[in-house]
Every structure is written in C-alpha cells, then in structure tokens.
C-alpha cells in the first residue's frame, strides 16, 4: 500500500523463532519503504520494555532501524523514539 508515494505495510508478520526453529509469530505496527519499522504505543511513558519488543522485532527481520512512538504525551515529538539495532 502506497500513501503519499511512501510505500508501507500495516502489521507485517514477523516469524519468532528459537535456535533456528519457528515456534510462532507477532506482528509490528508498519514496515516503511522495506527498511524502517513503526511501533506505536499509548502509555504514559516509554519502558526498557518497549525498546527490547522493538530490538526484538528489528533481530527477527533482520532491520537496523527503528521509530518506537509514544501518543500519550503534550508534543508528539517528545514521544518519538530512534532504535538503531547495532551490527552484531
């Protein structure tokens, strides 16, 4: 899907696996252009959890770059969150 010429896809399945088996599957909130990943949240502050979910997310589709985005504050920028997922 094509918003804007900004190609995207809504809840891409992200295959979970463990020592090289699938053992089930989640989904992310967007993929942007095949190359960013978009997790949204609406909490009243951003956890060490919501960064790992999102490293998790950025291991199992082998993506470096990540937006993790907190609605729940006065200035959306405020809530905007870069993860770059480090080369191993």
């Known amino acids: 899907m094509k918003v804007r ?3 995207h896809v809504r ?3 992200i295959s979970v696996k463990y020592k090289g088996h699938a053992i089930g ?3 992310a909130d967007f993929l ?5 990943l978009v997790e949204l949240k ?5 956890a060490p959890i919501h960064k790992a979910q999102v490293i998790s997310y950025l291991k199992a ?4 770059l990540a937006l993790l985005v907190n609605f729940n504050v006065a200035v959306l920028r405020d809530g905007v969150q ?7």
Do not use: F, H, Y
């Open 5 to 7: 010429g900004i190609a």
């Open 82 to 88: 870069r993860v770059v997922l480090s080369a191993p």
């Open 32 to 36: 942007v252009g095949g190359e960013w």
């Open 61 to 64: 589709m082998q993506l470096r």
């Open 25 to 27: 599957e989640g989904r």
């Open 42 to 46: 609406a909490v009243d502050q951003l």
């Open 11 to 13: 809840q891409p399945p």
